[in-house]
């Protein structure tokens, strides 16, 4: 057993009442974050320096008692600290060079805010500060351990969900004394060394002609009328369901693979270069690579196993996996090719995996235990030890 962050995500059912109060909660946070942003921005520019949360925070107490902004105490006050905490974390990302700079926050994307305490679950409603009486959520499943913060979000196509943070005691998978070695591509999602495939579902394509259609007939709306915003939802509703159909099957397919295999050996991919690549960049990103490998590394976490993140520089594909000849002349478009060395027939995305799980217990046996994330040229391994995971992708559970 090991402790970890789970997070459970419900969809909410506000009255009219509610939904009222919780726009004020969403456009005080964004207030809040966007008047203290500039100011940041405003003093850095001039003297090379800012405020830091502390003096921000003694600021914010003296704005909410001024007679232009003393609405912002009709909303929780910790939702709004903690939104100053959120500036502060991105700023901190900034300069260590984890992040890019700030940015102001649109009320027409995503609206958030987060109660970091005293948040409860009661008789099917949350109970959090500022609405006594509950919001009514739909629980599809049992909350399990000790419940932390709270972050309340609606989306663009107007669907109000709350996503609450727990920790709690995970068991262990138990051993299957397997491993296995993944390759990533478009063709296939996933292609495993025993020779399993799962199908790229290529959900942007499934929906392209639907997304075009609706995306048409909202450019000859007129902005900021209602048919402009009937409209809007409908395309925002074909996004939404691209969006969860894709995350539904990156949780099966990882669950499924935490589950078989002890030791997963992965490549390292540099994604964010290769969406550069403007032929199949669309493909990349339909396929969410990096979003699957998040996945796959808080589950080994939890669940016991092990994760190798094989070089992005070594050649799989181009490796001869019976007698280790390069192949420097084979192209994307080869599927199969032949080994001039020892002539054995190989299809490239198999030998590709078969080498990577080579090249992984390589790692492990040379105790190269170095996680480099892909920053060197040095493969890299990442192994799970029992830690807390911040791992907190949208679903239904995290737990997936």
């Not at 909410?64 to 974390?89: C, G, I, M, Y």
Request: a positive charge; hydrophobic letters at 30%.
């Amino acid at each position: 057993m090991k402790m970890v962050n789970k997070t459970y995500r419900f969809r909410l059912f506000p009255t009219a009442e509610q939904e009222i109060l919780l726009a004020k909660h969403f456009g005080c946070t964004r207030y809040v974050y966007n008047h203290f942003l500039n100011e940041r921005k405003e003093q850095y520019q001039a003297d090379k320096k800012s405020d830091n949360y502390y003096k921000q925070a003694a600021t914010l107490t003296k704005l909410k008692k001024e007679e232009d902004t003393k609405w912002l105490k009709e909303v929780n006050s910790q939702t709004l600290q903690f939104a100053l905490r959120s500036l502060d974390t991105a700023f901190l990302n900034f300069f260590r060079g984890n992040a890019q700079f700030p940015k102001f926050k649109s009320r027409k994307h995503k609206n958030t805010f987060t109660i970091p305490q005293f948040g409860k679950l009661e008789d099917g409603k949350i109970i959090i500060p500022k609405f006594k009486d509950g919001i009514k959520v739909k629980l599809h499943r049992e909350v399990k351990g000790k419940i932390g913060k709270m972050s309340i979000t609606k989306t663009p196509t107007g669907k109000y969900y709350v996503s609450i943070f727990t920790e709690q005691e995970v068991e262990e998978l138990p051993k299957t004394n397997k491993q296995v070695g993944i390759d990533l591509g478009l063709k296939d999602f996933v292609i495993t060394s025993d020779n399993k495939k799962y199908k790229n579902n290529r959900y942007t394509k499934k929906y392209a002609k639907q997304l075009k259609k609706a995306q048409q007939h909202l450019s000859r709306k007129q902005k900021g009328s209602n048919g402009f915003e009937k409209q809007k939802l409908k395309v925002a509703k074909i996004h939404e369901k691209i969006a969860s159909c894709r995350l539904d099957t990156l949780h099966k397919v990882s669950k499924e693979l935490v589950e078989s295999y002890d030791l997963i050996s992965i490549e390292d991919l540099n994604v964010k270069g290769m969406i550069k690549n403007h032929k199949l960049s669309k493909h990349i990103a339909d396929a969410s690579w990096g979003n699957f490998v998040t996945l796959l590394q808080y589950k080994c976490d939890w669940y016991g196993k092990e994760l190798v993140k094989v070089n992005r520089f070594y050649p799989s594909s181009k490796t001869c996996g019976e007698c280790g000849w390069i192949n420097q002349e084979l192209k994307l478009s080869d599927r199969e090719w032949t080994c001039k060395s020892c002539g054995a027939i190989h299809d490239r995305d198999v030998n590709a995996s078969r080498n990577i799980l080579k090249e992984g217990l390589k790692i492990i046996s040379g105790g190269t235990l170095d996680n480099t994330d892909g920053d060197s040229n040095k493969t890299s391994v990442k192994k799970h030890k029992s830690v807390k995971s911040e791992a907190q992708p949208i679903g239904s559970a995290v737990g997936g």
